[in-house]
């Protein structure tokens, strides 16, 4: 383990979003590797949009997915208050999370991502089928849906309306599930999901055996390299700090669509991040450390 630029940290878990639980297991699992790689740790449980940090905190952990945790605004409170905690910063955090601000700095850095537009309820879809229809700012695929066929169209359109007045609709591209994990600036091993399912849902992330996970991804050199540039430049185009996670489409002629950062990715049992920094020769506590001792006030 590295020396330690702090003694007593907090993980702060929970929040406010639809992606809570998944935050609690992440938490939980953090906190538990913190704890091995040495640091007096405080767990803080968040139900709203407070913190409350102990006296004698040196620097936070935040393991909160989604709304508040994901999208600057607790990010924005811990820098108001001086209080040093991991990733990235506020105005990051917000690009990589609003999925349509995301996808505006990709086209403005030439970078490849699925064609797009946004919608509100009554306007009409100008991209071909299939597609696919998110609300801009959810993870763990949490209100998106597939449409393959005109039928399928209203109710995937109708169900992400059910999360945000607009919805993000993507061409829908063919081929592998591929993500990369960034690490202080380095790109660890690709990764590829392969779902038992049709699509990688909620489910199918975080329920143990409904999804195989290949790493390294059994991918010529020239793609794997190819796709590591790429996630190293997303994450530099979106102005990231510390740690992260690039999804990415492989079609079948080889072309690369990224789909999205993740700047706090999970850290459950079935979690990508570490089985990554595990690939690349790094234990779970030491992931954490690496993590945790990068925390700053920015």
Same mark, same amino acid.
């Given at each position: 383990?590295?020396?330690?630029?702090?003694?007593?940290?907090?993980?702060?878990?929970?929040?406010?979003?639809? =992606?809570?639980?998944? &935050?609690?297991?992440? #938490?939980?699992?953090?906190?538990?590797?913190? *704890?091995?790689? #040495?640091?007096?740790?405080?767990?803080?449980?968040?139900? !709203?949009? &407070?913190?409350? %940090? $102990?006296? #004698?905190?040196?620097?936070?952990?935040?393991?909160?997915?989604?709304? +508040?945790?994901?999208?600057?605004?607790?990010?924005? /409170?811990?820098? *108001?208050? !001086?209080?040093?905690?991991?990733?990235? @910063?506020?105005?990051?955090?917000?690009? &990589?999370?609003?999925?349509?601000?995301?996808?505006?700095?990709?086209?403005?850095?030439?970078?490849?991502? $699925?064609?797009?537009?946004?919608?509100?309820?009554?306007?009409?879809?100008?991209?071909?089928?299939?597609?696919?229809?998110?609300?801009?700012?959810?993870?763990?695929? %949490? !209100?998106?849906?597939?449409?393959?066929?005109?039928?399928?169209?209203?109710?995937?359109?109708?169900?992400?309306?059910?999360?945000?007045?607009?919805?993000?609709?993507?061409?829908?591209?063919?081929?592998?599930?591929?993500?990369?994990?960034?690490?202080?600036?380095?790109?660890?091993?690709?990764?590829? %999901?392969?779902?038992? =399912?049709?699509?990688?849902?909620?489910?199918?992330?975080?329920?143990?055996?409904? &999804?195989? +996970?290949?790493?390294?991804?059994?991918? $010529?050199?020239?793609?794997?390299?190819?796709?590591?540039?790429?996630?190293?430049?997303?994450?530099?185009?979106?102005?990231?700090?510390?740690? !992260?996670?690039?999804? +990415?489409?492989?079609?079948?002629? @080889?072309?690369?669509?990224?789909?999205?950062?993740?700047?706090?990715?999970?850290?459950?049992?079935?979690?990508? +991040?570490?089985?990554?920094?595990?690939?690349?020769? /790094?234990?779970?506590?030491?992931?954490?450390?690496?993590? /945790?001792?990068?925390?700053?006030?920015?």
């Amino acid at each position: 383990m590295t020396k330690k630029k702090f003694r007593r940290v907090a993980v702060l878990k929970g929040g406010p979003s639809a =992606e809570r639980e998944v &935050s609690l297991r992440s #938490g939980a699992g953090v906190a538990k590797g913190l *704890r091995e790689a #040495g640091y007096e740790v405080d767990e803080i449980l968040l139900e !709203g949009e &407070s913190v409350d %940090i $102990p006296s #004698g905190v040196e620097a936070v952990f935040i393991a909160l997915h989604g709304r +508040f945790g994901e999208d600057g605004g607790l990010q924005e /409170m811990l820098r *108001r208050r !001086g209080i040093a905690y991991t990733g990235s @910063g506020p105005e990051a955090s917000r690009r &990589s999370f609003d999925k349509r601000l995301t996808k505006q700095a990709l086209v403005r850095e030439g970078l490849p991502t $699925p064609a797009y537009e946004v919608l509100r309820d009554g306007q009409a879809r100008t991209l071909p089928l299939p597609v696919v229809v998110k609300p801009p700012c959810q993870g763990s695929s %949490i !209100g998106v849906y597939r449409a393959m066929t005109e039928s399928e169209w209203p109710g995937a359109l109708a169900g992400a309306l059910e999360h945000d007045a607009e919805v993000l609709v993507e061409s829908f591209v063919e081929g592998r599930e591929l993500t990369v994990s960034i690490l202080d600036g380095e790109a660890l091993p690709v990764l590829e %999901i392969r779902p038992l =399912e049709p699509f990688f849902s909620y489910t199918a992330k975080y329920t143990a055996g409904r &999804s195989e +996970f290949l790493v390294p991804a059994p991918l $010529p050199e020239e793609t794997a390299s190819r796709c590591r540039n790429l996630a190293r430049r997303t994450f530099r185009a979106l102005g990231a700090e510390g740690f !992260g996670r690039v999804d +990415f489409r492989l079609a079948a002629d @080889g072309g690369l669509f990224i789909l999205e950062l993740n700047t706090i990715p999970g850290f459950t049992e079935t979690s990508l +991040f570490p089985k990554a920094a595990r690939a690349a020769g /790094m234990t779970f506590p030491e992931v954490c450390d690496r993590i /945790m001792s990068r925390a700053s006030v920015h």
